[in-house]
């Protein structure tokens, strides 16, 4: 089981670890390395699929399958890894499912040195980062200090603009909400300063959650379990340094 930080994405290899319903906060790529999987997502009926692209804040659940899985997270502002997690073959209800390069994804993550550069080249195809300056400045100060106050107020007389408009151009631009994408740069604050060896309750702080209750309902929400539940797991954690250049 291993597990890639990285400022724009994090990357899962490992089990499927039975999580219960959850919403990510940012898109997220599904593939199941040595098997299909069962999903239900949005409402759907449930469909039985090799890959699938998780929308951001749509609750979903991995419900069937056996084996290794692959997760791709991928932060929608980040200028170095902007992403379309596109080519999906098929697509239902607003999901897609089937990636088209299935098959070296497959193989890529299955190796036991796991070539990250090349992973991400297969799952996504790079696309222009948020239109607006404006937004992609807002989400760079988050992340760049996500444990600081972030208030949709400030944020939004900061990009000079009213606030109602702001939140529907942030959530327009990225696919997430100001509020959860604040969140995920949280929680990858806490992937790091767990890696760096601190305990969840320093890490909590230093992200900005008010308490490890905070940051284990946050968690539990976007994930499916609990950061105690993962660390029980024993994960080998990576922080992946090219990311810190956004």
Same mark, same amino acid.
């Given at each position: 089981?291993?597990?890639?930080? +990285?400022?724009?994405?994090?990357?899962?290899?490992? !089990?499927?670890?039975? @999580?219960?319903?959850?919403?990510?906060?940012?898109?997220?790529?599904?593939?199941?390395?040595?098997?299909?999987?069962?999903?239900? *997502?949005?409402?759907?009926? %449930?469909?039985?699929?090799?890959?699938?692209?998780?929308? *951001? +804040?749509?609750?979903? #659940?991995?419900?069937?399958?056996? /084996?290794?899985?692959?997760?791709?997270?991928?932060?929608?502002?980040?200028?170095? =890894?902007?992403?379309?997690?596109?080519? =999906?073959?098929?697509?239902?209800?607003?999901?897609? $499912?089937?990636?088209?390069? %299935?098959? &070296?994804?497959?193989?890529?993550?299955?190796?036991?040195?796991?070539? @990250? %550069?090349?992973?991400?080249?297969?799952?996504?195809?790079?696309?222009?980062?948020?239109?607006?300056?404006?937004?992609?400045?807002?989400?760079?100060?988050?992340? &760049?200090? !996500?444990?600081?106050?972030?208030?949709?107020? *400030?944020?939004?007389? %900061?990009?000079?603009? $009213?606030?109602?408009?702001?939140?529907?151009?942030?959530?327009?631009?990225?696919?997430?909400?100001?509020?959860?994408?604040?969140?995920?740069?949280?929680?990858? +604050?806490? *992937?790091?300063?767990?890696?760096?060896?601190?305990?969840?309750?320093?890490?909590?702080?230093?992200?900005?959650?008010? $308490?490890?209750?905070? @940051?284990?309902?946050?968690?539990?929400?976007?994930? /499916?379990?609990?950061?105690?539940?993962?660390?029980?797991?024993? !994960? #080998?954690?990576? @922080?992946?340094? !090219?990311?810190?250049?956004?």
């Amino acid at each position: 089981m291993r597990l890639w930080v +990285r400022l724009g994405h994090v990357v899962y290899v490992g !089990p499927a670890l039975g @999580l219960g319903p959850h919403a990510t906060a940012v898109a997220c790529l599904g593939v199941g390395l040595d098997a299909p999987f069962t999903v239900r *997502a949005g409402g759907l009926p %449930e469909r039985t699929v090799r890959s699938f692209l998780f929308r *951001a +804040r749509v609750r979903h #659940e991995v419900v069937g399958g056996t /084996g290794r899985m692959l997760f791709c997270f991928f932060d929608p502002t980040s200028a170095r =890894m902007a992403r379309c997690l596109g080519g =999906m073959r098929r697509t239902a209800g607003g999901f897609g $499912s089937d990636h088209h390069r %299935e098959a &070296d994804l497959i193989g890529l993550a299955g190796r036991d040195d796991v070539d @990250l %550069e090349r992973l991400l080249a297969a799952a996504s195809i790079p696309v222009a980062t948020a239109r607006d300056p404006r937004i992609a400045r807002v989400a760079a100060r988050i992340r &760049d200090d !996500p444990a600081r106050p972030q208030r949709a107020e *400030a944020a939004a007389r %900061e990009a000079g603009l $009213s606030r109602s408009h702001f939140l529907r151009t942030f959530s327009g631009q990225t696919g997430t909400s100001f509020r959860r994408y604040v969140q995920w740069a949280r929680i990858l +604050r806490v *992937a790091e300063a767990y890696a760096a060896g601190h305990d969840f309750t320093r890490a909590a702080a230093d992200a900005g959650f008010a $308490s490890p209750s905070h @940051l284990s309902g946050a968690f539990r929400g976007m994930f /499916g379990l609990t950061p105690s539940a993962l660390a029980a797991l024993g !994960p #080998e954690v990576v @922080l992946d340094e !090219p990311g810190r250049v956004p």
